[in-house]
């Protein structure tokens, strides 16, 4: 345990650490050269085409050679305040306005209770006295004599803590119902706000039943147009592309070998570029590689036409799912709401995502199938939380010389030489760690995926909420108590409910410099890496270097991500939840807590004007989840309270503090049926507000064919548009044709060979797709309306 | 704890006991006198206007002289099966029927369960050996070598009973999933087989918004017809009408003393009845009792105007509810099902209950008064549950004579005597208690009222939550561990959570003969004493010789309760925990269980056909929570078989078994999804069906009317036709002038005086809202219909 001095110290080499960051993102950020690292979001809105700061040279090209924009180097920071929040809302999205909303929540919900909390329990806990009496050598830290730790046994001045507890746990309360009206009434003034889009039309069915001698569509035609008849407009089934997606992501590498070696032939025209046909080019017959590409390219075209249409006319490609849309919002928000079947599990309707935030893949999993998925991967959740230690020891007794040498004889030299002897047992273990938690991120999406999510947003709610588990058993649990989270759970097995509370409540002060000097590594310094952004820093130069060969190609290698809500959320949470537990118990916490929500609401302000992109605008509906995580931890810190002070004979104040949780939840509920439709359904009187404001759907052809199309699987979006009409044609002759059975007749619609753009869009769909990664697809309604 | 011999004498004593009841009941119904005691269902349905088998001369009216009959005394058995299911829906409505087949299912999984585990274990069991070697006359009984006791620590033989666990939780999951699929499809059977009804058009909308310059009915006309512009058709806003039903039973109260009177006079034509004016008649002024009634009754009338037209016209008296009704099933199905306003706790819509089961008291709760409500109520019921003992033992206390006697020193003398002594101090802790448990239903129907639920079905469903806590707590767990709720709510709380169910799992064996017993005389015995309706029948006879005057008067002595749900539901449910349990720890309990579904099956069908009359029809809403219960039942048996296995030093045997609550939840939460919205949601696919079987609503302008006034106040029943068609005026005139604020101007409607039918009809009608007894109000609609 630390002293006040060490603690100091600690914060003194972080303050450094941060400001060493600060000042290196300073300097690259005026350099034009990193122009696109620490603004890309900017150039994604098409606001900036080249670096600012140019200077007139060819050095000033990559070197900002002003040096009078050296003097401001902090000026970033009211640049990112200036910008007001109706202003980000339209620049960024509502998801990052109220992202930004929960670090200002924090500082509204701690800086009073900080003020009160060091004003009344500082002085009450350093007058306390009892470890005064003990020796100041052995284990008790300075910080200690202002927890709650130095008041004696039995002592009336715990009432102190207990009223404070309520007054914090009221105040907790207010600021959540205020923040939970305004960002609710956000979303609706956002939604409300919002110009017409397809998935405001469009519900998601699922579940489809298979009836004999009629087609899915005809399925989806006929129940729909019985079920709302004076409401459906139309719909589109959705197509299994997985294997017709992989094609085309081969004929995009191709392109990229044949653009490749027509850019070398353009530089050095004397000699035609050859590859032998083997094996990556590795043996076999030596050709001409771009006639060899060409080929190749033509062959694959060939495959793509006849597999695309067998998607488009083979009934067995046409997934039990499709998207049904409502000639008004009206229609479409109450088929979203009602049960369709008589059948509860047939028929599933929900609102459809935004194009943009669908994930394919999931559209097809049965009901039934989903109930088992849920059902393992909560089993393998529970087992990943509490167990995640195993595999990291096998890997680490993989590590273990004597083990390896058994299990692998002829390595025996190689492991007696000294150097990887100390490298595989110093270095090995640790490794396996890191590793691990550094996939950890990538495992829970993983399973949430297996889960059956059908948007990209609840997948990431949905690992968010995972890796809070995590962190929350193994980070807050984890550090409070020793061993690991196993241990522990075996442990509170085997202890009785009242004895949980008191384990931990025990160990609670102990443990505040520990979370202290946490909150200054993670919270401080690492948010001054953030802004730094050294990882896509380098990778945009190695990019820069070896991979660009046009304009196009820089903007893909520019790395926009957006807000990372699965891993900041949780440690959001998990802050809040250390900030409300030491709130009452070891007060001297909050000032650090209250540093840090400052400096990452600057940080992240500037991330979101300057550099993340969306991939997805759910309008913040991920607020009910950050309310509910801190109510839980508001729940933790009584219960946690209660155990401390059991503790400390004062267990008859229990009835006092066990008002408390159960006036918590309650309120809990209230908000939640109060606030919570708002996040979950669309009130039919906004609908039919919006409805009464717009001109009628039938006068607008175009919107009226936009709808057609807005959720065809992206990869068919790479045809040009005279062709998305064909294959509109294509899927009622293919629907006629299904359900009559004769698919040949048709003539084949020919696949585009030579439009670079579109198999460039199309890659980026397909980034979309299987990398997960950049940006929507163009928005074809929007594209026309600003042409008109 | 009793021998296998303890337990014959037992069941000979029950047997006897339950046949003396049978034959009791079987000499009563056969008399004349009885008939209405023992029929009453056939009187309501008006297909028994007098006793059968009467005989000729005057004795044979009240005594059955055909001794013949009394030969075949036990006929009423096959009687009762000989009623087909469909003819039971139609006689007694779905929720009897399905109320039977808990029943059968009882049958359908304990019948093959018992001759597995019959089988099976207690062979295993009678080997196991353990016992036999202990002293025989000390604590073992014979039933325990039959029971999993018998087995010797760690033997291998407890995988017989795991894997037994396992069969038995399959078969008993895949019979309830038969089950509720049938009962599912039942209800939607149901549901469509019924002709048009107000409730399958109505909506019931609760907090509705004030504005100011509209009334409530305006405001509902203007936000439904904005917002369900081609499905909205009437509303009936909701009357605040409690001073004015009471003024009614006042008048009513009049009449009878009138109608008395009047009767009294034309049997003694020479002297009329006279009576003093003050204080019940007994002293004052002596006048004539017909003439002072009259006056009386006068004066009232006039009062009764007054107060209608004040209720009719003042917008004081509208509550924020209404009852909106829509043109077609599919419209108020819709409505129904989504949220209407953008703030989410305003303008709530669900099905209206069926006009009968509306609890109109309940309609003006707001919506944050709910919550507290609710919160306040599930903290009464844990205290209820764990610390009942409390307020009985307050009043046992007062039995103590020394306490009673310095309370109160002058009863002195009386409590020296030695007969009032000893009646307090042996007699009076007993009645406390039994007092209390007589009451409970009455107390937790109290507590359900004060949650606010408007349908009388769903206060029943609450209150047989509520007993099934009570019972599984203090009578479920009390009974196999001693000391009181609270000792034992202390006792887990300092205890592991793998301990408790060591704790339970060990007593269980040990308390299998006191279940037998339990189940002998609670199940058979008394159910026998439920046919024999020897309270009833006194309360019959005890009216028919003091109030009966006319044979209106003799119908409504009749007593035709309905089906008990909040206490037989709790108990059954009880008895599928012992059931479920017992099957694999002691085996030879389940015959007992066998012959109680059984005979408890006979009864009851018997009972639904002659004489229950169910006061609504919920169409089987509470089958989700029998099944819910039955899961939890079997969750309950995995936990104590583990705990009782970890005391047999088998815990290694846990991790087989931690998988079957695993398993058994997630089936619950697929039947859950898969089943639960056809018993809360009404599917469009349903709705719109049953709308295009129909003619349109338009094209029958009788419903239209019936539907203007299904849900009107049953206090405002009591006018004729004619009038009811002015209050409607008087609504529309009331509702223009509320928002024009002219009130004392239009002429006030005259109330009914000498229409004694009618009276009669509203004091029916008081009955059902005051006392919540006995029959329907007359379905208006049909009544037409029939007529027509």
């Not at 050269?33 to 007139?56: A, C, L, M, Q």
């Not at 005064?132 to 130095?150: A, E, G, M, P």
């Not at 890796?467 to 202890?495: K, P």
Request: net charge positive.
């Amino acid at each position: 345990m630390a002293t006040l001095g060490d603690i100091g110290v600690s914060a003194l080499i972080n303050i450094l650490t941060a400001f060493a960051f600060l000042l290196a993102f300073a300097l690259l950020r005026l350099q034009p050269i990193n122009d696109r690292v620490y603004f890309p979001k900017w150039y994604i809105e098409g606001k900036r085409n080249s670096p600012t700061h140019r200077g007139g040279n060819f050095v000033g090209k990559f070197v900002n050679l002003n040096f009078r924009t050296y003097l401001t180097f902090l000026n970033w920071m009211p640049q990112a305040l200036q910008m007001s929040e109706e202003e980000i809302i339209s620049h960024a999205g509502l998801d990052s306005a109220v992202f930004l909303r929960i670090y200002i929540l924090g500082l509204k919900i701690f800086g009073p209770i900080a003020v009160v909390a060091l004003l009344v329990l500082v002085p009450v806990n350093a007058t306390g006295g009892t470890l005064i009496f003990l020796s100041r050598d052995l284990v008790v830290s300075h910080i200690d004599k202002l927890s709650i730790s130095n008041v004696s046994p039995k002592s009336l001045k715990f009432f102190a803590h207990i009223s404070m507890e309520y007054v914090f746990t009221f105040w907790i309360c207010f600021m959540l119902y205020k923040e939970y009206d305004r960002v609710a009434s956000m979303r609706l003034k956002f939604l409300a706000s919002r110009s017409r889009r397809a998935e405001q039309f469009t519900v998601l069915v699922k579940n489809i039943p298979h009836t004999s001698g009629h087609s899915i569509s005809d399925s989806v035609e006929n129940f729909f147009r019985r079920n709302h008849p004076d409401q459906y407009l139309c719909h589109q089934v959705v197509y299994n592309a997985n294997k017709f997606s992989k094609l085309v992501r081969k004929r995009e590498k191709l392109q990229n070998w044949l653009d490749y070696n027509q850019i070398k032939f353009q530089k050095h025209p004397e000699k035609r570029p050859t590859r032998k046909t083997r094996f990556l080019g590795l043996w076999g017959e030596r050709v001409d590689s771009i006639d060899f590409y060409k080929q190749q390219i033509k062959d694959l075209d060939l495959k793509l036409t006849m597999e695309r249409q067998k998607v488009l006319r083979d009934p067995e490609f046409i997934l039990p799912a499709a998207f049904v849309s409502f000639k008004s919002r009206w229609g479409a928000s109450i088929c979203a709401q009602t049960q369709q079947s008589k059948i509860p599990t047939l028929w599933l309707t929900n609102w459809a995502p935004e194009p943009r935030d669908l994930y394919w893949k999931n559209l097809a999993i049965p009901f039934v199938s989903l109930t088992v998925r849920q059902l393992l991967i909560s089993v393998a959740v529970f087992f990943l939380v509490f167990f995640y230690m195993i595999p990291i020891a096998f890997v680490q007794s993989l590590a273990n010389l004597e083990g390896l040498q058994k299990a692998a004889p002829f390595l025996k030299p190689l492991i007696e030489w000294g150097f990887v002897k100390s490298l595989l047992q110093g270095f090995l273990p640790g490794l396996a760690l890191k590793v691990f938690l550094f996939v950890l991120p990538s495992i829970l999406m993983f399973m949430s995926k297996i889960e059956g999510h059908v948007a990209f947003s609840v997948l990431e709610r949905r690992t968010a909420a995972k890796y809070y588990y995590f962190m929350l058993v193994n980070v807050f649990l984890g550090s409070i108590i020793t061993g690991t989270a196993f241990e522990q759970l075996d442990a509170f097995l085997h202890q009785s409910p009242t004895q949980i509370p008191r384990t931990i409540g025990v160990s609670i002060p102990m443990k505040a410099t520990f979370f202290i000097t946490y909150i200054m590594v993670d919270g401080w310094a690492g948010m001054a890496s953030e802004i730094l952004r050294l990882k896509p820093l380098i990778i945009f130069h190695l990019k820069n270097m070896f991979i660009v060969k046009t304009e196009r190609d820089r903007e893909r290698a520019m790395d926009h991500k957006s807000v990372d809500f699965p891993e900041t959320l949780p440690s959001l949470q998990l802050y809040f939840l250390l900030g409300i537990v030491y709130s009452s118990v070891t007060p001297i916490l909050l000032p650090f807590m209250l540093v840090f929500f400052a400096f990452a609401y600057f940080i992240y302000r500037h991330q979101i004007i300057n550099v993340y992109h969306q991939r997805y605008e759910s309008a913040a509906a991920f607020w009910p989840h950050v309310h509910s995580r801190i109510i839980a931890s508001l729940v933790i810190s009584h219960l946690l309270l209660m155990g401390l002070l059991s503790t400390k004979k004062a267990s008859q104040s229990t009835p006092f503090l066990i008002v408390l949780p159960i006036l918590t939840l309650t309120f809990h509920k209230f908000c939640k049926s109060r606030f919570e439709p708002a996040f979950r359904k669309y009130p039919l009187e906004e609908a039919m507000d919006k409805d009464l404001e717009d001109s009628p759907l039938e006068t607008d052809p175009n919107f009226k064919s936009y709808l057609a199309d807005a959720y065809l699987h992206p990869i068919f979006r790479s045809v040009e548009e005279f062709e998305l009409a064909e294959i509109r044609n294509d899927q009622h002759q293919a629907h006629a044709s299904a359900s009559d059975h004769i698919n040949a007749l048709s003539p084949p619609p020919h696949f585009p060979r030579h439009h670079h753009r579109d198999v460039d869009d199309e890659e980026q769909q397909m980034h979309n797709i299987h990398r997960y990664e950049i940006e929507p697809p163009r928005d074809v309604y929007h594209q026309q309306e600003s042409t008109k």
